[in-house]
């Protein structure tokens, strides 16, 4: 356990050595992927007032935690094999792909703390620190494991991601449609997700589950 | 020093980061943890449990309001009885005025504010007069109104720290309730939890509202009175209670924290009272960066600048005991308590009129500056007089004066006080009569006045709005029309035809006889004189500055010439508006061109066997009678765009008739018959030269349009085809006291006071286009597309005239002269439309059949509105108003400046009112249509300080 949280405190002072560059060691192996989970487990409680919104019932909303969790690590694998297909492809990078998952896994470390998301007020600019401080972990676990530079570990980086895009949009919107599908099952309800449509629902003059007393009445003209 | 202190705090935030990510951080930081923990060990402990106890309370804060949204906790937490209460009774005698709803402080555990909160809602409800009722007991950090101390797992623990906290003030455990709802106002201002979390508070507020005798639907003011942490509810609940109560709802803070995202624009008036020592609401401040100055767009940063804030200070004093707002005991140096202080501002609030309404124009605006022309006010008795000479002739049936009545005997229409009546109802001059406009598609258009801060605003900047409607519940459209103005002073002509409809029996019976009332179809039409005559001007014999030193020799039908009785005319001399201009000017009149082929001039009976010529139109523009005939749609498109506002002459006039098909000459002047309808499209210019207005200062002249309609008909003292022009001027409220509506051109153009002729080139553009301009008869009904049009213009200008109910209209981008006119057009034609759609198929092509004359026109017509649409509308998904009518007009650009803008561009060929114009214009003539253009430039004596400019317009 302390070899662990040390990982996850150098991956947060962006120590290369945190990134475990060299071959596995012991129970460290799937730390990459342990890490990414929780960082999605904590995104998605950072990010739960969605499932409120939409009125998810207690029991599916702890269930639309763990299927968002792991969607994230899903998400996240083809993400890291793209950043690895682009590394070794476009800027010659030679690493086992595992051992770039590993380190981009370890990055995340910085989500970890993603649950805080959910404080009311600082709970945004919280997230936006967080998003930049694992931005950067991104950059510097990619460097830590390849021998590429800092503009070719964010190219590839960048790339990778923009790929995984189109992936998203073109051949993998069957995969794409399960997992909201998937979420939505869970869930109970199709979940609006769309900051307009979310605005639009809670302005729509329905005043939450309490006794609604009163409607707006039309005081507008009209011919 | 807020500022500094923000820097500070930055810094040392930066500070903390870099240290976190220096290598060996981890190690330092270890090491001066242990060195404190040595030093101070239990105390260090308890903070570091302390603060996770925080974090934790944080992560909580919001599931209260979330989960009551998600209907996790059913109805258990809200029982029946889980509203506010009256602070005493409310009598039954009077109605009340207006609703306060407490809010207390972040202090509040349970349904009892504190005591001094107490104290000061019973004080203050002493204080107030009957008809105002205060709301208490609402717990404002719970949106399912629950207090800290009922019904909660916690329940015991807050009660315990409730009573420990009123026995020991200073107990530091009593923060512990502080620090909890502090945590809630955090929620409240969070972007995606406020939401929410407000909408329950306005749930709550508006439940008990309705428990304690709310009307639903009355419209009765609110107030939510927020001390501390309340003001932040009270503004976050703002939006919601406004959308729900359709009231106007304003906010009395008393020293509160509040975030600067609120949406304070939503407020009637945000009246927000500070302390000098209060270190409490400077967190606001200081903590939400929509306070900063630096986001000058925020919310709070645009009510400022819009007046909708009042910061009032309360001089030495804190913000909680001992020493803050609400203390009893502390004394201000004039031997007031604090508290008393802030009862009797806080009374004074609520009780007497605000500020901003007392307030008149701070300088006299061009309307009160013209009353200083006694010859242009309306004096029924010297109008309603004998006319001097059988060569004038009246000028309609039924003249006379608008009253508005007193809100005591409303019953939806004015008071008519007759000044000239058809023969056989001259018993009836001189007496004050019930009008009535009957019309069904106006009763919609009835709204509730409640004045805008901005609107205040305005009427202090000189705006002329109608104030004596302010307060006023359901103003029909022919209120809003006698009501425009500070005084009852607008002359107008019933449209025809009129009803007269006898009096109730039961009223002469009972010798409260009112005499007859009269009933219209449309709406009275803003005029300039009684009578009329046609007269060439004469160079005076007397010096101008005589009293009646002017000649008139009136025309003779008989010979068509100017040859019959002569008039003695005055021209009183207008008054300068508020740029020094002069309306209009007599010098050189007589020797003018325009003179030549003479003038109409409208006016009244100076008492004295003279006449008054309040009103001159020349006769070149009120006949038909072109100069030159243009045929084939390329020239004449080109006459329109280009020729007839090219280098515009001060004191020249041309009328040229246009048509879009390929005719001789003869063939296009004989299609204008007598009878004939025929759509306007008016614009006007600018006023350049030496005595340049204000207007054009950013050296762009945008000009002014507005639709109106136009009949051919014989004219009795010419014996001429004549030209009978309304324009319906959809008019934002303005310095001159021009009032949106149906206007004759006396009054609009000719007025020699009030009128534009004088000042400004203008073009009126007659369209004879009879898919457009003739009727209908569907199914035996005629129906006119014009007549809609008219309708829809009325239901437009009686908006304008309230600004939607809040005394107000501006012009911007999206809503404008303009952009709303043709807005009216689209109205009409998607009618007709309607109508046709609902049609009986078969009986649709049996009509067709039958009249295929009509049926052309029909489809001419369709076509029309498809490239009308076409061209006005390129970006129909940004105009929902004109697919949707009845959203609120003219706003402010600082409303949603982005939105009006974008708005403004979905329709952008009608964003300037030339332009507007030349795009009707052009679709028509392609259509084949024919025109009149009637152009003119600064009419009437020689004016050399001031020249025509051109309104602008895009080329493409």
């Known amino acids: ?223 | 020093m807020p500022r500094r202190r923000r820097l500070l705090l930055l810094l040392l935030l930066l500070g903390l980061v870099a240290l976190a990510l220096l290598p060996e951080a981890g190690l330092l930081l270890q090491l001066a943890y242990t060195a404190l923990h040595q030093s101070f060990g239990l105390a260090i402990d308890l903070i570091s449990v302390g603060l996770l106890l925080l974090l934790v309370s944080a992560f909580f804060a919001p599931l209260e309001a979330l989960g009551w949204w998600a209907g996790w906790f059913g109805d258990e937490l809200r029982p029946p009885s889980s509203v506010g209460a009256l602070a005493s009774p409310v009598g039954t005698e009077q109605p009340v005025r207006r609703w306060v709803v407490y809010l207390d402080g972040i202090g509040q555990a349970s349904m009892q504010a504190l005591p001094e909160g107490e104290d000061f809602l019973r004080q203050l409800d002493e204080r107030l007069p009957a008809d105002i009722a205060i709301v208490r007991g609402i717990m404002p950090y719970s949106v399912v109104n629950q207090p800290l101390t009922e019904g909660r797992w916690l329940g015991q623990f807050w009660r315990w720290v409730d009573r420990l906290r009123i026995r020991h003030p200073q107990a530091l455990l009593g923060a512990v309730i502080n620090l909890r709802n502090i945590l809630v106002v955090a929620v409240s201002a969070d972007q995606r939890y406020g939401p929410i979390f407000n909408q329950g508070m306005a749930q709550v507020i508006t439940d008990s509202l309705l428990a304690n005798g709310y009307g639903p639907g009355s419209g009765t003011p609110v107030t939510l009175l927020g001390f501390s942490g309340g003001g932040q509810i009270s503004l976050g609940a703002l939006p919601h209670l406004r959308r729900v109560l359709q009231a106007p709802v304003e906010v009395i803070s008393l020293g509160g924290v509040f975030a600067g995202s609120n949406q304070i624009l939503a407020a009637e008036h945000l009246f927000h009272l500070v302390g000098e020592r209060d270190r409490v609401e400077r967190l606001g401040p200081l903590a939400f960066p929509g306070r900063w100055r630096l986001q000058p767009f925020s919310y709070w940063n645009r009510a400022r600048r819009r007046g909708k804030v009042s910061l009032i200070s309360l001089g030495p004093v804190g913000h909680e005991l001992p020493g803050g707002i609400l203390d009893a005991k502390a004394l201000l140096s004039d031997g007031r308590s604090h508290l008393r202080q802030t009862i009797d501002l806080v009374s004074a609030i609520l009780t007497e009129l605000k500020p901003a309404e007392l307030r008149g124009p701070r300088e006299p605006n061009n309307y009160l500056r013209y009353q200083a022309n006694s010859w242009h006010r309306l004096d029924p008795n010297r109008d309603g007089g004998p006319l001097p000479s059988p060569a004038l002739r009246p000028l309609d049936a039924w003249i006379g004066r608008l009253i508005l009545p007193l809100a005591s005997e409303r019953w939806g229409g004015v008071w008519f006080e007759v000044i000239h009546t058809p023969a056989g109802w001259s018993q009836l001059q001189g007496q004050r009569l019930r009008l009535d406009w009957h019309d069904p598609l106006l009763a919609s258009l009835a709204m509730d006045v409640h004045f805008s801060d901005e609107a205040l605003q305005s009427v202090a900047d000189g705006g002329v709005h109608p104030l004596r409607l302010n307060h006023w519940r359901q103003v029909t459209p022919l209120e809003s029309l006698a009501g425009a103005r500070p005084q009852d002073d607008q002359l107008v002509r019933l449209p025809a035809p009129v009803r007269v409809l006898p009096e109730a029996p039961g009223r002469a019976a009972a010798g409260t006889s009112e005499g007859p009332r009269l009933q219209i179809h449309d709406e009275p039409l803003q005029t300039t004189g009684t009578a009329v005559a046609l007269v060439r001007f004469e160079a005076p014999a007397a010096p101008e500055s005589a009293a009646c030193p002017w000649t008139g020799v009136t025309f003779a039908a008989s010979t068509g010439r100017f040859e019959g009785p002569r008039l003695r005319l005055r021209l009183p001399v207008p008054v300068l508006n508020s740029e020094g201009i002069a309306p209009a000017t007599s010098r050189g009149l007589a020797t003018a061109p325009t003179n030549s082929s003479g003038w109409y001039v409208s006016g009244v009976p100076d008492g004295t066997g003279g006449f008054v010529v309040q009103a001159m139109l020349p006769r070149s523009l009120q006949r038909f009678a072109p100069e030159r005939v243009i045929c084939g749609q390329r020239r004449a498109w080109d006459y329109v765009k280009r020729q007839a506002w090219h280098q515009p002459q001060a004191g020249s006039a041309s009328a040229v008739l246009v048509t879009g098909r390929p005719l001789t000459e003869p063939e296009a002047l004989a299609e204008w018959q007598p009878g004939d309808r025929l759509l306007v499209l008016h614009v006007f210019g600018g006023i350049g030269g030496q005595q340049r207005e204000a207007a054009l200062a950013s050296g762009l002249c945008t000009g002014h349009f507005a639709y109106g309609v136009a009949t051919l008909e014989t004219e009795p003292l010419s014996g001429e085809l004549g030209l009978a022009l309304t324009y319906r001027q959809v008019y934002a409220h303005n310095p001159d006291g021009i009032i949106a509506g149906a206007q004759d051109r006396w009054r609009y153009l000719g007025d020699r006071q009030w009128g534009w002729l004088g000042t400004r080139p203008i073009a009126d553009i007659l369209v004879r286009f009879p898919p457009l301009t003739a009727s209908y008869d569907v199914q035996g009904h005629e129906r006119s597309l014009l007549r809609d049009f008219e309708r829809q213009l009325a239901a437009m200008t009686a908006r304008y005239r309230l600004g939607d109910g809040t005394g107000a209209t501006f012009v911007g981008p999206a809503n404008n002269c303009s952009q709303d006119s043709n807005q009216a057009l689209f109205a009409a034609i998607q009618g007709l439309q309607r109508e046709l759609r609902q049609l009986d198929q078969r009986a649709l092509r049996d009509w067709q059949q039958q009249d295929p004359a009509q049926a052309q026109r029909l489809r001419q017509l369709l076509r029309l509105e498809r490239e009308l649409r076409r061209a006005l509308l390129p970006f129909a998904g940004l105009r929902p108003d004109w697919q949707r009518p009845g959203e609120v007009l003219g706003t402010s650009l600082e409303d949603r400046p982005l939105d009006n803008l974008l708005r403004g561009l979905g329709s952008w060929r009608a964003l300037l009112p030339r332009m507007a114009s030349d795009t009707v214009i052009k679709v028509l003539l392609r259509h084949g249509a024919s025109a009149l253009v009637l152009r003119a430039n600064q009419l009437g004596g020689d004016h050399p300080e001031i020249e025509p400019v051109a309104p602008l317009t895009l080329g493409w």
């Open chain 1, 1 to 223: 356990m302390g070899e662990v949280l040390d990982v996850i405190a150098g991956a947060l002072r962006f120590q290369a050595a945190a990134y475990l560059s060299s071959e596995a060691i012991g129970p460290l192996s799937r730390i990459g992927l342990g890490i990414a989970l929780l960082a999605g487990l904590s995104q998605a409680v950072g990010q739960a007032f969605i499932l409120f919104v939409n009125q998810v019932r207690p029991l599916r909303f702890a269930i639309s935690l763990v299927v968002e969790a792991l969607l994230f690590l899903s998400g996240f694998l083809v993400w890291a094999t793209s950043t690895w297909l682009v590394a070794w492809l476009v800027f010659g990078a030679r690493v086992p792909v595992l051992v770039l998952i590993r380190a981009l896994g370890i990055a995340h470390a910085p989500q970890l703390l993603a649950f805080l998301g959910a404080l009311p007020y600082l709970g945004v600019p919280i997230l936006t620190l967080l998003s930049l401080w694992t931005a950067i972990g991104f950059v510097v676990g990619v460097i830590a494991v390849t021998d590429l530079s800092v503009w070719a570990a964010f190219g590839s980086l960048v790339v990778g991601w923009w790929l995984t895009n189109a992936l998203q949009r073109t051949a993998g919107q069957p995969v794409m449609n399960l997992g909201r599908a998937l979420l939505d099952r869970a869930a109970g309800v199709p979940l609006i997700n769309d900051g307009q449509r979310l605005e639009r629902m809670l302005r729509s003059g329905q005043l939450g589950s309490g006794p609604t007393t009163l409607k707006p009445f039309d005081r507008s003209p009209r011919r």
